[in-house]
DNA sequence: CAAAAAGGAATGAACGTTCATTCCTTTTAC
DNA sequence: GTAAAAGGAATGAACGTTCATTCCTTTTTG
């Protein structure tokens, strides 16, 4: 197995595991053997437990966010560059439900409160496409009049939810559920 | 300290503790030592850190349910039943942050998963004010002609993500502010 | 009524287990 | 042959739980 290689399978069985068990399902000594390493070798690659969930977060992150920017209609309508998201978004948590599961066993620990604070109260420069939507719907009064903060509830709030669902096998998401789902997100952020 | 004092105690401090720092970062001698009482003591009145963790969750989930039928306009429309349920809901976990903190990690953990499982796929007959909600609305075409538990999403998920942002302090919900993301929610839903 | 005995609630040190991390040996690469 | 990489047993800290003992209340006895 080339050096690279190693670092994927690290990597991949952290996810596996992490999604699947939760971060204290998932023991170093788990995700090494899953990843056929031993367990010393994730310490040529990660620091720690926390750097590995850490990295690993961001990786995830990132191929889920370009994905998200792939075909993205910037010259539509604001209505259709949202329901564009709310689709691509729905469909890609559908089609990588690790990835989801990971992205929120993350959410929902001190680590992700940590980085959301940052996110959100922090440094605005970041290119955050997301918001710059949003903002664009409030003054051009496409939008409710609402804080940023709330239009994002009211929008990732029911797509989360929908997606845990259908991942947990409470719903079965078809492509027809999920426009109406979007158009339904549309209806509440709308003005 | 009474009998039923202790028990308080040992409640009262699991559910600080583990509203704060989640279920692994509220060891049971920590619960003890807040609750002043020996680590012994807390397994005379709950069989394990299990036990004590789900009826923690009953408890904390009666207080509130209880909570939410006072005043509940029975013989209003669907719409002022559905934005009373927002408007109260908002109010509770924004009055009792630990609570709503404890039921969120219940909720993104095996626990809730478990438990929402038997809620949604498993026996009906249960009172459930919610779904008979939301089931006069779909009949009675004032809703969107959606599964249940996509109508749930909508109206929950975007709720529970803004109570979250209120208590960790990214926003600050005044009652215009949750009178407005009631409404924003009741279009989604509706017809 | 007072003293002794019993009962059982409370305690916290101790135990066994699990885990992240380290350390030293073995293998690989060049 | 040597240095880097990998391996996995060893380590020690932290955890949930147990249990022998203490403490306090209640009951019994004379």
Not at 51 to 70: A, C, F
Request: aromatic share 12%; charged share 30%.
């Amino acid at each position: 197995m080339t050096k690279p290689d190693k670092r994927e399978e690290i990597v991949g069985a952290a996810l596996e595991l992490i999604a699947e068990h939760g971060f204290h399902g998932a023991p170093m000594a788990m995700i090494a053997e899953r990843a056929g390493v031993g367990a010393g070798t994730i310490y040529r690659y990660f620091e720690n437990k926390d750097e590995l969930i850490n990295q690993l977060y961001r990786e995830v992150e990132k191929k889920m966010v370009d994905d998200l920017l792939v075909g993205y209609p910037m010259e539509k309508t604001i209505r259709e560059r949202f329901l564009h998201f709310g689709t691509v978004l729905l469909r890609y948590f559908i089609s990588h439900p690790l990835d989801f599961r990971y992205l929120e066993q993350f959410h929902n620990s001190p680590y992700g409160v940590e980085y959301r604070r940052d996110r959100i109260l922090g440094k605005k420069e970041e290119f955050d496409i997301f918001r710059d939507l949003f903002e664009e719907g409030v003054s051009s009064r496409v939008m409710k009049d609402l804080p940023l903060v709330i239009l994002f509830a009211l929008s990732f709030g029911p797509l989360l939810a929908v997606a845990r669902d259908h991942i947990l096998g409470f719903i079965t998401l078809d492509d027809e559920l999920i426009a109406r789902t979007g158009e339904a997100c549309w209806d509440g952020v709308k003005q």
